[in-house]
């Protein structure tokens, strides 16, 4: 987060703060719920945190661990085991959304964080449905909020383009890695492998699958032992056959590995030399954060949010353009070796920096639609 966003570290948490555990529940802990994950862990870290979904609290057990660097999804399948009652949030609350918000308001402050509004940008790559949704968070239910944090610079400019917020409610909070906050969850060494390339995305329309898929096969710039491994598991409007129905050519190999545990994620990142993602629209870019303080070469469409990842490096190429990757490919920066995650990244996206955001917002929200505080960290 840039320091025109950044609020002061002292920033304190005065009244109680419910996190809405809706996104974790999903069979596949992906995107929005890996971002509420981290942001429960980070905020349990500084205030008594307090977890609801729906109309109930959730009470998860004294033994569970609040720490950054372990499985996610085993973490969040616990916190949807937990025992739940009524809830009940006392006076001077303060609720945070991080998925659809609710159409009501359950909390005396509330806080929604934005991660995209892709839906109303690339209709054809959605359901009618999320269609539906996000047609209804922008109309009316974000005006809900006394305030809203954008992932990046690129969601806070849709959010005043598409919406009737007013600016001064929107602040922009640029999470930190979505994987190995503070350690490698595969410790042991593993070689750098040039010739492997990787992408981590739910394979989705607006993934740009058939794209990559195509470049891998016919670019000439490629060595003749290439691989591409894909992972991630399939979503909605898609198919394994957008990949096209070509697994090899040649010595090429492309390897569909699916869902894959937080430790071999690591893994496959610190082996592969390289990464393409040509998404055609981004929020914030977990994998591209993630790649990078892994030490990934990464190559990525020059679009959305993605482009605020120029300063680390990235080179970026027309998604619909597969001569552009070519070029990009022939320019990226070799891939290195990471003893330990944290990286120069760590300065811009901070999981650290959006709690003092949340913190000082939420002291700033002492009246549905006051907003002083957000104002002083935008």
């Not at 806080?111 to 790559?125: A, K, M, N, R, Y």
């Not at 047609?135 to 849709?158: E, G, N, W, Y």
């Not at 929020?283 to 679009?303: E, I, K, Q, T, W």
């Not at 003092?356 to 957000?374: F, H, K, M, P, Q």
């Amino acid at each position: 987060m840039s320091s025109s966003n950044s609020c002061e570290s002292s920033a304190r948490f005065t009244a109680p703060v419910y996190l809405d555990a809706a996104p974790l529940t999903s069979s596949r802990l992906t995107g929005i719920g890996r971002y509420t994950a981290r942001l429960a862990i980070a905020l349990a870290a500084r205030t008594r945190l307090r977890l609801y979904l729906d109309r109930s609290e959730l009470h998860p057990s004294p033994r569970l661990d609040w720490s950054h660097d372990q499985d996610l999804g085993r973490w969040a399948r616990a916190v949807g085991r937990s025992p739940r009652s009524q809830l009940s949030p006392p006076a001077g609350s303060v609720g945070i959304c991080s998925g659809t918000r609710n159409t009501t308001r359950r909390f005396d402050h509330e806080i929604s964080i934005i991660h995209d509004l892709t839906p109303l940008f690339l209709p054809e790559v959605h359901v009618a449905a999320t269609i539906r949704d996000f047609q209804r968070l922008a109309a009316s239910t974000l005006l809900l909020a006394d305030a809203l944090i954008a992932d990046s610079h690129a969601t806070r400019a849709d959010i005043e383009l598409l919406t009737d917020v007013p600016p001064a409610r929107i602040v922009v909070g640029r999470p930190g890695a979505s994987l190995c906050v503070q350690r490698h969850l595969h410790p042991s060494a593993v070689s750098r492998r040039p010739e492997v390339g990787i992408m981590v995305a739910t394979l989705e329309p607006r993934k740009n699958a058939a794209f990559l898929a195509d470049w891998f096969f016919d670019s000439p710039v490629l060595p003749e032992n290439a691989e591409l491994w894909w992972v991630g598991s399939k979503g909605w409007l898609a198919s394994k056959s957008d990949l096209g129905t070509r697994r090899s050519r040649g010595g090429r190999k492309l390897r569909l590995l699916g869902a894959v545990s937080d430790k071999e994620l690591c893994r496959l990142y610190r082996t592969a030399g390289w990464m393409a993602y040509p998404s055609l629209y981004e929020g914030f870019g977990f994998p591209v954060l993630d790649a990078l303080r892994h030490g990934v070469s990464v190559m990525c469409a020059g679009n959305s949010s993605l482009i605020e990842f120029e300063p680390a490096g990235v080179t970026f190429f027309d998604p619909l353009d597969p001569s552009s990757l070519d070029r990009c490919f022939e320019r990226r920066r070799p891939a290195e070796d990471v003893i330990a995650p944290p990286h120069p990244l760590d300065e811009q996206f901070s999981w650290d920096r959006v709690v003092d955001l949340i913190a000082s917002t939420a002291a700033g929200c002492s009246s549905r639609g006051e907003t002083s505080v957000v104002s002083q960290c935008a």
